[in-house]
């Protein structure tokens, strides 16, 4: 494309106490590119990323912009010169508002602020990120969810106007409509001739978005603005980790008969996030829990283990109710749960690595000692099962570990104690491709003891890779419960939707179900079975039998031979005496999203179906 | 830059944080903190030998032990409470207090249950602030800043604002029992400090506090119980103001309401020279002990160098700044 680079680093050289994270690291980045920046979890993404943006000092090494050389030596100054960072870890200011904290690095610079003018900017910038309603600008940082601190963390590096962004995972917990909208806003930044560098762990997402690749390892550069078009995965990947990986997620393993559930949750209720939610999970199984951030996921587990007062519903385990009202309980009968937020809610900084470890077990431990002694063979199982190096045990600090490392002490932790039902929210966030198998593999072989394992997980490939059925929640409402056999990340990605757009697109199939005097649904087909998203009658006779959430087989139905057929035109199915209509709908940017589906009685008259296609396409489309 | 494919590098399949952290050489920086401290506190009493030669006689040197008593049993509690990231502002105010039950208690009771009175009102108040501050979820600081103001001014109206000085003379063995040729208030701060260090290394409870201070949330998600345990320093701390205000009233045979004036401080000082963090999670009991020894060295010193006492607070006070600086300066690991 051009010709000088905006910018290069060359031979970056930095050590942390007795670390050295980067060892003569280079990166160039051309104005209008987007470069991903990869590598496996302490390859020195991280601490390239905050010595380019004036986070922390280099030891040696040269660094020129826009053809002089720079020596940011505060994020300031980085600043200044047009380079701006979006943290991994986000660096909100939890007591200040979103509005302030979007513009948190102005008030850093001499002169007035018109809170007016900001209030406008913000608002632009949060729209373009597809967050206008949802997220309100005088709302405290430190009360938003981790996917709204880092839309805020994103709209922050917005504010700046910079030339130069680095992202670093800043797709970790957004779900997918919100990364759909971030490489929008990518794409136009690049449009603008800006230089984006985009750290991530998700290879798709690097191949959909990146026009460069730049591979380091243990510090170096190892593959230097590569085209992202001349590599495949299998390349990179062997790229980051030096060696071949076998297929990630393994062979799925077939959904068995299951006897009775191990943990039955009905109509689970902890205002204002869990509304209404109810699963089953039996011994053996790995169930996945999806959903856009903030449908309420975290906080129903949160709530089953404890954490949350629960306001109504029942948790039976292996048939008895059940209501914790402490982690400690809830540990006792055989809980196990991995949070989503290492730092925050499983790391104990000031205790040595061994203790981390053993933190479930002194919570479930009665009596006055420690009792540690007792676990010690567990333990030195544990450790060669999960691959770590047992030496590594007596460090005085967990946070000097690498992401993967920290996770596995961490399901470690709850391993010890042979839970019966082990909750992992979000597990291989921020942990490298490598780590990521072996967890899997673990998680696997922990379900095939017979325990039962709840993941939730914002990656719906990761839902579908590991777990044998998937409960979608939408707004603390649990709407769909679908073995992952038949489900794909489109079908996932419908179901999940937010609940505004599924009321608006319910109104619609009742007006049309109301209007032919029958029903509407709204779902996905595949060869054989039907996956409905939503639905709604008008009258009972007409009624296909489709629940939402559901998926049964074309026959299963009473409009059989009207899906089969997939026509233009009306067709009647003679066994149920209905008639049915389907129109595909599509997005306004072609995108296809499933069929609306008009049932009636086969005694009635047709409507004429080119006009009602029509009017489905136009309006449905309204509804988005 | 032509891109370097995995075909032309060493093969590596080593471990990316183990391998490259070189090893370091034995240096101040990676010596435990209480040797660090404890090497502090040799190099001010080979000074202070050196400089007075009165320093090291044994005389003097019980004598110290005798001057730690007060200060290292507050400084205990102190650490407790610390250790779970909190501060207890009441305890001077609650060795004046329980002083002054105990010499009312002495009036109507035998000496063991005037001092359990003593020890399970200090107990009680420490209830008392510590379930406010956990429950509630309020600053340490200002709840027992309140608790300060009500013990002093309740301990001036119990006393009658004077002092007690109609109390049994045999509380005097209580202090000037010699076992082994130990005085027994040295014996009590030993083995209080032998109970404390065995109860934060080796129980539950113990390690709870830890994690607590290190990180609340944490320690919640792991069941373990976090409320129940950040209210257990602030009950130790109380019992442990009345044991050091028995300790007291029976080595000087009066007790004064204005005791433990600005003893919270000295503990706090301790606590702080002997390595812990502010914040929590960071410290140990043998480090206080350290600390006690090193603040009462100087105050010693400075006596037998005739050092006017307007001017040891000020020697004090630069010694705390310089100890935490030294800690910050040394340490290896970055402030969270």
């Not at chain 1, 904290?101 to 910038?125: C, W």
């Not at chain 1, 030096?242 to 689970?268: K, T």
């Not at chain 2, 005798?66 to 507050?74: A, E, K, L, P, R």
Request: glycine share 10%; net charge neutral; aromatic share 6%.
């Amino acid at each position: 494309m051009t010709d000088e680079p905006l910018f290069e680093a060359r031979d970056i050289s930095k050590s942390f106490a007795q670390t050295r994270a980067l060892v003569g690291a280079n990166l160039t980045l051309r104005a209008g590119a987007t470069h991903a920046l990869l590598g496996a979890n302490g390859a020195g993404k991280s601490t390239l990323s905050r010595v380019i943006s004036g986070h922390v000092g280099r030891d040696s090494g040269v660094i020129r912009y826009r053809g002089a050389p720079l020596d940011a030596r505060s994020p300031r100054e980085a600043l200044d010169a047009g380079i701006a960072m979006v943290m991994q870890e986000t660096s909100l200011a939890p007591d200040l508002s979103v509005l302030e904290n979007i513009f948190l690095p102005d008030l850093g610079r001499p002169g007035r602020l018109s809170r007016a003018a900001m209030r406008r900017r913000a608002r632009d910038i949060l729209s373009d990120l597809g967050q206008a309603g949802a997220l309100s600008l005088d709302a405290e940082a430190g009360e938003l969810s981790a996917a709204q601190r880092q839309l805020v963390e994103i709209a922050k590096a917005l504010a700046l106007k910079a030339n130069l962004i680095i992202f670093d995972e800043p797709t970790a917990s957004l779900s997918p409509s919100e990364v759909e909208r971030l490489f929008d806003v990518i794409a136009r930044l690049k449009s603008a001739q800006c230089a984006i560098v985009f750290v991530s762990h998700r290879l798709e997402e690097v191949f959909a978005i990146s026009d460069e690749i730049t591979v380091m390892r243990e510090g170096r550069t190892v593959a230097a603005s590569v085209a992202t078009s001349s590599l495949n995965q299998t390349e990179l990947v062997r790229l980051m980790v030096g060696r071949e990986l076998g297929a990630i997620y393994a062979a799925r393993a077939p959904a068995a008969a299951y006897g009775e559930p191990v943990l039955s949750i009905r109509g689970l209720k902890a205002p204002p996030l869990v509304r209404d939610v109810s699963f089953d999970v039996h011994r053996g199984e790995i169930l996945g829990l999806g959903g856009l951030v903030g449908a309420g996921r975290s906080e129903t587990v949160e709530t089953i283990f404890g954490l949350r007062p629960r306001a109504g519903g029942e948790v039976r385990l292996e048939g008895r109710a059940f209501a914790p009202r402490t982690p400690a309980q809830a540990i006792r009968a055989g809980f196990g749960f991995v949070a989503e937020d290492r730092r925050r809610q499983s790391i104990v900084p000031d205790l040595t690595v061994r203790e981390n470890l053993l933190l479930g077990h002194l919570g479930a431990h009665r009596g006055f000692g420690l009792g540690y002694a007792k676990r010690e063979r567990r333990i030195a199982q544990l450790m060669e099962r999960l691959e770590l190096p047992a030496h590594r045990l007596a460090e005085a600090n967990l946070l000097n570990f690498s992401g993967g490392m920290q996770q596995k002490i961490i399901i470690a932790r709850w391993l010890l104690l042979e839970p019966k039902v082990l909750i992992l929210d979000e597990p291989t966030k921020g942990v490298d491709i490598g780590t990521r198998a072996s967890i899997y593999a673990i998680l696997r072989d922990v379900a095939a003891t017979g325990a039962a394992i709840v993941v939730i997980s914002s990656e719906f490939e990761e839902l579908l890779g590991l777990a044998q059925r998937v409960i979608v929640l939408s707004d603390g409402t649990s709407i769909a419960d679908l073995p992952t056999a038949h489900l794909d990340e489109e079908k996932l990605t419908l179901l999940a939707a937010p609940r505004s757009s599924m009321e608006r697109c319910r109104n619609l199939l009742q007006e049309l179900a109301s209007q032919c005097d029958g029903a509407a649904f709204w779902a996905i087909l595949d060869e054989e079975r039907v996956f409905c998203l939503n639905a709604a009658a008008a009258n009972a006779n007409a009624d296909p039998a489709l629940r939402v959430g559901t998926a049964p087989r074309f026959e299963e139905t009473s409009i059989a031979t009207g899906l089969r057929a997939r026509s233009r035109e009306f067709v009647a199915d003679s066994k149920s005496g209905l008639q049915s209509l389907l129109v595909d709908v599509r997005s306004e940017r072609g995108h296809e999203l499933g069929s609306i589906g008009v049932v009636i009685r086969a005694d009635r008259p047709a409507p004429p179906a080119a006009a009602m296609r029509e009017t489905i396409q136009q309006r449905f489309r309204a509804t988005l | 830059m032509k891109p370097d494919f995995p075909g032309t590098m060493k093969a590596s399949n080593r471990a990316p944080d183990g391998e490259r952290r070189a090893r370091a050489p034995f240096s101040v920086r990676s010596a435990p903190l209480e040797l660090r401290m404890l090497a502090l506190a040799l190099v001010i009493a080979i000074t202070l030998s050196l400089m007075s030669p009165y320093f090291l006689k044994p005389a003097n040197l019980l004598n110290l032990l005798d001057q730690s008593v007060v200060t290292g049993i507050v400084s205990i509690g102190m650490t407790f409470v610390i250790l779970t990231g909190g501060i207890d502002l009441s305890v001077g105010s609650l060795v004046g207090l329980t002083g002054v039950i105990l010499g009312l208690s002495l009036h109507h009771f035998p000496i063991p249950v005037a001092i359990a009175l003593a020890v399970l009102s200090g107990a009680g108040i420490g209830l008392f602030s510590g379930f406010i501050i956990a429950y509630f979820d309020l600053a340490a600081f200002v709840i027992t800043l309140g608790v300060m103001a009500i013990g002093r001014s309740l301990a001036y109206i119990f006393s009658g604002q004077t002092s007690i000085s109609d109390i049994p003379a045999s509380l005097n063995d209580l202090v000037y029992t010699t076992v082994f040729g130990v005085q027994t208030n040295v014996l009590t701060l030993l083995v209080l400090y032998a109970l404390a260090w065995g109860y934060l290394t080796f129980t539950k409870g113990g390690r709870t506090i830890y994690a607590i201070g290190s990180n609340r949330e944490a320690a919640r998600t792991a069941g373990l119980s976090v409320l129940f345990y950040s209210v257990v320093p602030y009950v130790v701390a109380g019992a442990l103001s009345a044991i050091a205000a028995t300790l007291m009233s029976s080595q000087i045979l009066s007790i004064d309401p204005l005791a433990g004036t600005g003893l919270e401080l000295d503990a706090i000082a301790a606590v702080v020279i002997g390595g812990a963090s502010l914040y929590g999670g960071r410290g140990t009991i043998i480090g206080t002990l350290i600390g006690v020894f090193i603040m009462v060295m100087i105050r010693n010193g400075l006596n037998l160098l005739g050092v006017s006492p307007f001017w040891q607070g000020s020697a004090i006070g630069a010694i705390i700044i310089a100890a935490v600086l030294a800690e910050r300066l040394l340490s290896p690991r970055t402030r969270r």
